[in-house]
């Protein structure tokens, strides 16, 4: 097992171990990372629905991209102590996510306020793109551990 900062005590040991050469809590984020791209789709129906009614102040959060987003926030820099390369990057990436979400809200408020057509949380979806390839690369590192050596 890997060093890393053991500031949870038992939550540390259990959510450290690895588990086909990743750590339990890589796991647990991809999952988190897939919800929240769920989240996002469901928002954006939900917005659909709520600009036919006009009023930018009925247009609201989705409850379970918000949930995700808290949980990814907390989770990445959880993560960032057991594997700490990773970790930060991943921290990066959650964080790009978590701003780009504030930015396509106002814009959904806006458009609506405007009476215009919605446009799809276009840089959203890409930085939650970019957060699934991350997560996926650490999570499975295994499967492409050969060809990775090779090249580097």
Do not use: C
Not at 3 to 14: E, K, M, S, T
Not at 129 to 140: E, K, R
Request: proline share 4%.
């Amino acid at each position: 097992m890997e060093n890393f900062v053991a500031w949870f005590g038992p939550v540390d040991q259990i959510l450290a171990q690895n588990v086909l050469s990743a750590p339990l809590i890589a796991y647990l984020l991809l999952g988190l990372v897939v919800l929240n791209m769920l989240g996002r789709a469901l928002e954006y129906r939900q917005h659909q629905s709520q600009a036919a009614s006009g009023d930018w102040q009925d247009v609201t959060r989705h409850p379970l991209r918000v949930g995700t987003n808290f949980l990814l926030v907390v989770g990445a820099f959880y993560y960032m102590t057991i594997a700490h390369h990773g970790g930060l990057v991943f921290s990066m990436l959650v964080a790009t996510v978590f701003v780009t979400d504030l930015f396509e809200f106002e814009s959904r408020q806006v458009e609506v306020r405007n009476d215009r057509d919605l446009t799809p949380p276009k840089g959203a979806v890409t930085a939650s793109i970019l957060m699934l390839a991350y997560i996926l690369f650490q999570t499975f590192f295994f499967a492409v551990a050969p060809f990775w050596s090779q090249v580097v």
